[in-house]
């Protein structure tokens, strides 16, 4: 694969005129125009059903926009093999809504599992997997199986997953939303410290208090459109 | 939580899924199937070898004498003649009883009256080497001996494409039931794709290749047949054993420990293949099937 920060400038993803529908259905985001900067920190976020999880899947590959482009780190999705896309997504770490943690494995292996996809030997990450883990708060619950967690638990784990490679672009869907105010605060610090780190970072949530605390990029999706700021009609939002 | 713990690396395909238990029994059964007909391949086979080398190192010469008075003169100048053209051979003439007792078969179990034509038989039994039955007519007649040689060349072409047949017959279960456990291995592959789906949809987000996946698929299969195969194809080995002990298939069975470890390598090979197969089969149609869910995506 050529290497892709030779062909773009800045903007690790950029959205031109995507359109996306589920099947035949009306289009959930229209003319949607965005740019996410290398190194940038930005929250998404409008009202439930607005289409925030699935602008998210547009960015981690998971859909295919019904129209306009696509730009990941400098390259047109839509012109990648199937081997390119996934050499992607291995630069990619997300959380998902619903976490997605496979239930045969322990704890530990899920999250190792991007490197082990990656191909790297055990040795040369247990220890870091071990630490992340502790961070997380995840420490005693090395080998235990998601299904035997709690939801903060699994959303924990289903971070500690997406951040464990390293990725270039971090994606979270509503990653506070199971845990409380203080976990909640810890897990926004491991994103922050990811994006200091030179990681991108784009995360949906309702959560305006969170958005607030930080001075961080807003976009803001109401009816099918990507605005840039929180909502100026209601109080209280001054972004 | 020991750090022991954390080397054994789990696999990412779990080892039981729904149905694996009765994917195990089929494959266990057409393994065991499998190796009973290498094992009666082989067996006749080798049966065939060793008595078409038993006949043809033998003949029987058959006296066409004119009258019982000049049987005793043609038979001893043949026996001289015989002698002479292979010294190395044991040469025995059939006394009048044992001629006669070969005649009861065809016409029945009673004593026959004394003066009832009797050929005169000579058998020529060689330690190595088969017998040139018109080499010996010819030497014969050339003596003006009026004889029959019968090599039993007849028989032994009989018994050749008898076995070939046979044997054919085996390999051609054979080949049947190593397409049995590809097509099963396709068909659990399948199944096991739709039933894995959740765990599939997280390699694919986190970047795993489709050739990544389907080598899950291989090594889940593979470890499968080779479990499943072992087992079915040790008891065809247990089963033969004891076929073989109790003679119930007499000479196709196992009567000697080579044999036994000539047919256990055999069946080893059997086993590899049938692994190999059911990996390679699992591989190749996670593979197409991954590829077209991708391009549907
Ligand atoms: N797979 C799908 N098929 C059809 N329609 C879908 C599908 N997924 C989402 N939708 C629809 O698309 C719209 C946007 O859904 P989406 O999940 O992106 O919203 P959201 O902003 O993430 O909402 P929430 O805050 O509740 O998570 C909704 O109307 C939803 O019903
Ligand atoms: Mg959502």
Redesign the pocket.
């Known amino acids: 694969m050529s290497s892709p920060e030779a062909i773009s400038g800045q903007e690790l993803v950029r959205f031109q005129r995507v359109g996306l529908r ?2 035949r ?1 009306p289009e ?1 985001l229209s003319d949607v125009n965005l740019e996410l900067p290398r190194g940038s920190f930005t929250f998404l976020t ?1 009202p ?7 602008l998210l899947k547009l960015c981690y590959l998971h859909l295919a926009p019904s129209r306009g482009l696509i730009n990941l780190f400098g390259q047109d999705v839509a012109l990648l093999s199937p081997a390119e896309q996934q050499a992607l997504k291995r630069r990619i770490g997300v959380v998902l ?1 619903d976490f997605r943690l496979i239930d045969h494995l322990s704890v530990f292996e899920n999250v190792a599992l991007p490197l082990r996809v990656a191909g790297q030997p055990r040795a040369s990450y247990a220890d870091d997997v071990v630490e992340l883990l502790q961070w997380v708060g995840l420490g005693h619950r090395m080998q235990a199986l998601p299904p035997t967690l709690s939801g903060g638990e699994q959303q924990r784990a289903a971070i500690a997953r997406a951040v464990i490679a390293k990725p270039d672009l971090l994606i979270a869907d ?1 990653p506070t939303g199971n845990v409380d105010p203080v976990i909640g605060r810890r897990l926004i610090r491991l994103f922050t410290e990811m994006n200091r780190m030179g990681t991108t970072v784009l995360i ?1 949530t ?1 959560d305006v208090t969170t958005i607030r605390e930080l001075d961080a990029r807003v976009l803001r ?1 109401e009816n099918s459109h990507v605005f840039k700021g929180l909502d100026p009609d209601k109080p209280g939002n001054t972004l | 939580m020991s750090s022991a713990n954390l080397q054994t690396i789990q696999p990412l395909l779990p080892e039981r899924i729904e149905n694996s238990r009765s994917l195990l029994v089929v494959l266990m059964l057409m393994a065991f199937l499998a190796g009973l007909a290498l094992l009666f391949s082989r067996g006749a086979n080798r049966m065939s070898d060793h008595w078409r080398a038993q006949l043809s190192n033998t003949a029987t010469v058959q006296i066409l004498h004119s009258s019982p008075d000049t049987q005793q003169a043609q038979m001893q100048s043949t026996l001289q003649t015989l002698q002479s053209l292979l010294p190395e051979a044991d040469i025995q003439p059939l006394s009048m009883d044992e001629s006669r007792s070969l005649l009861k078969p065809w016409i029945g179990n009673t004593d026959l009256p004394e003066d009832i034509p009797v050929p005169g038989l000579i058998t020529v039994t060689k330690s190595s080497g088969a017998i040139n039955a018109a080499r010996i007519s010819a030497a014969l007649e050339a003596e003006g001996l009026l004889v029959n040689v019968d090599d039993h060349s007849q028989y032994a072409r009989n018994i050749q494409s008898t076995t070939r047949s046979l044997v054919g017959l085996g390999m051609g279960l054979l080949s049947i039931l190593l397409a049995a456990g590809l097509a099963v291995s396709i068909f659990a592959t399948r199944a096991g794709l739709s039933a894995q789906r959740d765990i599939i949809s997280v390699l694919v987000q986190v970047g795993a290749s489709n050739l990544f996946i389907s080598k899950l698929f291989i090594g889940q299969a593979g470890r499968r047949a080779m479990i499943g195969a072992a087992i079915g194809i040790g008891l065809a080995a247990l089963f033969w054993l004891g076929l073989s002990v109790l003679k119930v298939i007499g000479d196709v069975g196992w009567q000697s420990p080579q044999m036994v470890i000539l047919d256990l390598i055999w069946l080893i090979g059997l086993w590899i293949i049938f692994a190999l197969i059911c990996a390679l089969a699992a591989g190749m149609t996670a593979r197409r099937l991954l590829a077209r869910e991708r391009r549907r995506a």
Not at chain 1, 48 to 54: H, Q
């Open positions: 589920y099947g259905g959930v409008g439930s059903g607005a289409g925030k999880s699935t809504q509503e949906a309702h999706i």
